[in-house]
């Protein structure tokens, strides 16, 4: 299976690709809040081999976030005259392969190179390149590593807020080895955001276990903090418990924590899914993936009104909440359920900020792609919603204290506006995913070209290589492998591991072409590439 995945070397072979596509001929446009946004192609795919593994010796999964380093940007030309945009861009990883329980695997962020060719009218071979760079482990304030494990505990250290953490015997791997038993800030990272849009100035890094917002600096060291409001903290008896319900590999558990669901905060798994920094690097933004438990979090057709954050970071070490919004998240009908159990609201996996009004969001079903039972996706969207109408809450304590709710039993309150929600890009479209790769799909044969169930990471690039003053941009997507594979290496090489899942799936990227309305300008004060000084 692997030979058949075309070599790196024989870039873009489409000939006549650009020649297909005219400035009329758009895939979709939507209105949203007054401005218009254009998806007006598909035009690259890449990806990396399920079992690649990092400088580490371990099994790379790179797509829960991904951020690019703003001043890396060049733009040339390659032989065949096609535009060739080369970058720096830093990928996140998820907190390990847990597909059969949560492990010690210790947080990390890779550095890559990416290069990709866009070709409107599609390529056989991958013309998105990619090649790792680093790989920086992360470490809590004191320098020690962090883990994957499900949280038990809390850490304490100087200047922050309590830190949620993990308890483990030996080497958290099952040899114990004399070792004492060990305390470590548990991580379940999910967006990746470049301060100053540069992987030197360090990178905030929003969490679901928290759920937490965590500032590291360029060499992976925790050195801030960002505890959520009361209403987001998961109480269990009474008490904060960051358990997610997560048992452990070989744990033999179906539940690590009882009650496996917390009574008011985040659910299980579903915390800051989404973070971005504001265009002006102003605000940080997190977004939880869906409600929390008493917002109707516990059942998919209840959990669509989740919330949005802004802090504002001008002083960095004294973040302030200052704002808070209510976000209808999307109702997909999934065909596999009874009628009672839809529609389903589609969660969201990754947020970037366009404006301080507008953002993009990754919203999708789950359950569907390759390696699950079934292979079509209903809703895998990068969506965009408005908060310029709805109303700030951030200050009022009702919706924020502990047990605090804006839509009790999914039904919102009437004082709230929400934000205006609009679907936009439909990633499952077979008539683009089909230019590429000889037929890139979604549905049908379980094979490599299938697109994977988990789409977690956005990242853009400014077609005109400076400012994207013509609106048109490169968006990014990464989708999350799950470390899926029966060849994976875990410990730093020193374990292998099979998924009994018996898949392989591998690390997949796809670019689309997008044109975005005249009222955002997201690189206008971290432009890219020349630009960028
Ligand atoms: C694209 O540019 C990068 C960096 O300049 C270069 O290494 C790569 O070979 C180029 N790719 C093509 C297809 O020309
Ligand atoms: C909550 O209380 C129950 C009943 O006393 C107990 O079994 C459970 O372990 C407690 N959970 C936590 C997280 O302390």
Request: glycine share 10%; aromatic share 12%; net charge negative.
């Amino acid at each position: 299976m692997a030979f058949a995945k075309l070599a790196l070397g024989s870039l873009v072979a489409a000939a006549g690709a650009l020649a297909s596509s005219s400035s009329t001929d758009v895939v979709q446009t939507t209105v949203c809040n007054g401005q218009t946004f254009t998806y007006d192609s598909m035009v690259a795919w890449g990806f990396i081999h399920g079992r690649a593994v990092d400088n580490y010796g371990d099994t790379i999964s790179f797509g829960s976030s991904v951020s690019l380093d703003r001043p890396s940007l060049k733009i040339t030309h390659t032989t065949s005259g096609l535009l060739n945009y080369s970058a720096t861009v830093y990928n996140l990883p998820d907190r390990g392969w847990n597909t059969m329980g949560t492990t010690n695997f210790e947080p990390r962020v890779y550095k890559y190179h990416i290069d990709f060719q866009p070709a409107p009218g599609g390529s056989f071979s991958p013309n998105i390149q990619w090649t790792l760079e680093d790989t920086i482990i992360l470490t809590d304030p004191f320098g020690n590593p962090l883990t994957g494990f499900d949280c038990d505990t809390t850490l304490e250290f100087p200047g922050f807020p309590d830190i949620p953490a993990a308890t483990f015997e030996g080497d958290g791997w099952g040899e114990m080895g004399g070792m004492a038993s060990s305390v470590r800030v548990c991580l379940d990272p999910e967006s990746i955001n470049l301060v100053n849009g540069k992987g030197e100035d360090g990178f905030w890094i929003t969490d679901e276990y928290g759920p937490y917002m965590y500032r590291f600096n360029s060499r992976g060291m925790m050195v801030q903090a960002i505890r959520p409001v009361d209403a987001l903290i998961p109480i269990r008896n009474g008490t904060q418990q960051f358990s997610a319900d997560a048992p452990r590999l070989n744990s033999g558990e179906d539940d690590d924590v009882i009650p496996a669901n917390p009574t008011s905060g985040r659910n299980n798994n579903q915390g800051f899914e989404g973070g971005s920094l504001s265009p002006t690097g102003k605000y940080l933004y997190s977004l939880l993936q869906s409600a929390t438990i008493q917002d109707g979090g516990s059942d998919k057709t209840t959990n669509r009104y989740t919330r949005l954050f802004r802090y504002d970071i001008t002083n960095v070490n004294f973040p302030k909440l200052v704002g808070e919004w209510v976000v209808p998240l999307p109702m997909y009908n999934d065909p596999t359920k009874k009628p009672k159990n839809n529609p389903r609201t589609a969660a969201q996996s990754e947020l970037y900020a366009l404006s301080d009004t507008r953002f993009l969001v990754l919203s999708r079903d789950s359950s569907f792609g390759h390696g699950q039972d079934e292979s079509a996706s209903n809703y895998r969207q990068v969506d965009t919603f408005d908060i310029s109408k709805a109303t700030n809450i951030y200050n009022v304590e009702k919706y924020n204290k502990i047990g605090g709710a804006v839509a009790p039993d999914g039904k919102l309150d009437g004082a709230i506006t929400p934000a205006i929600y609009c679907p936009f890009l439909n990633v499952n479209l077979n008539s683009q995913l089909n230019k590429f790769a000889g037929g890139l799909h979604n549905g049908g044969a379980q094979d490599w070209r299938l697109l994977n169930e988990k789409w977690e990471g956005i990242a853009l690039f400014p077609a005109d290589g400076a400012y994207g003053a013509d609106g048109r941009f490169y968006v990014l997507i990464t989708s999350d492998d799950d470390f899926i594979t029966t060849q994976g290496h875990v410990n730093f090489g020193r374990r292998k591991y099979r998924d009994t899942s018996g898949f392989n799936l591998d690390n997949q990227a796809l670019i689309f072409l997008i044109t975005l309305p005249q009222d955002v300008n997201p690189f206008k004060y971290y432009p890219v590439g020349a630009a960028a000084k």
